[in-house]
C-alpha cells in the first residue's frame, strides 16, 4: 500500500509526529512518499531534503494535479492521499504568477 503525504500544511503542521507516523508506517510494510505542488527548481528546502535523505520519495508536481502526476511518475499507485487541500489531488494550482512569487518571498523570509 502506497502512501500520499503532503508536505505544505500538513506534514508542515507537526513534523515530529509525522516523522513518527512515517516510521510507524513504513515499519508496518507501508510506502510513504511525500507528494507537494512544490516546483523542485525553486521550493525545494533543507526539510525536503532531509526527508529525501532518510530515503522517503519526495515528488515535486510543479503546480499539476497530484494523482495525475503521480500516475505518471510513481512506481505504485497511491491508495492512500493525507492532504489539508485534498483539491489538490485532483486539480491543478490556482495560484497566479504574482501570488506564487509572494508566497516564495515568505518562504525564503521564514526559511520553510
Given at each position: 500500500m502506497h502512501i500520499?503525504?503532503?508536505y505544505d500544511g500538513t506534514y508542515t503542521l507537526k513534523p515530529a509526529a509525522w516523522d513518527a507516523a512515517i516510521e510507524a508506517l513504513i515499519a508496518g510494510g507501508f510506502r510513504v512518499s511525500?507528494?507537494?505542488?512544490r516546483d523542485d527548481r525553486h521550493d525545494n528546502n533543507?526539510?525536503?531534503q532531509r526527508l529525501a535523505a532518510q530515503g522517503l520519495a519526495v515528488h515535486f508536481t510543479r503546480g499539476f494535479a497530484k494523482q495525475a502526476w503521480m500516475a505518471r511518475e510513481a512506481?505504485?499507485?497511491v491508495t492512500i492521499?493525507?492532504?489539508?487541500n485534498p483539491e489538490s489531488i485532483i486539480e491543478n494550482s490556482r495560484m497566479t504568477r504574482d501570488e506564487l512569487s509572494v508566497w516564495r518571498a515568505k518562504q525564503r523570509r521564514t526559511g520553510s
Open positions: 500520499a503525504l503532503d511525500i507528494v507537494t505542488a533543507a526539510d525536503l512506481t505504485d499507485p492521499w493525507i492532504d489539508d
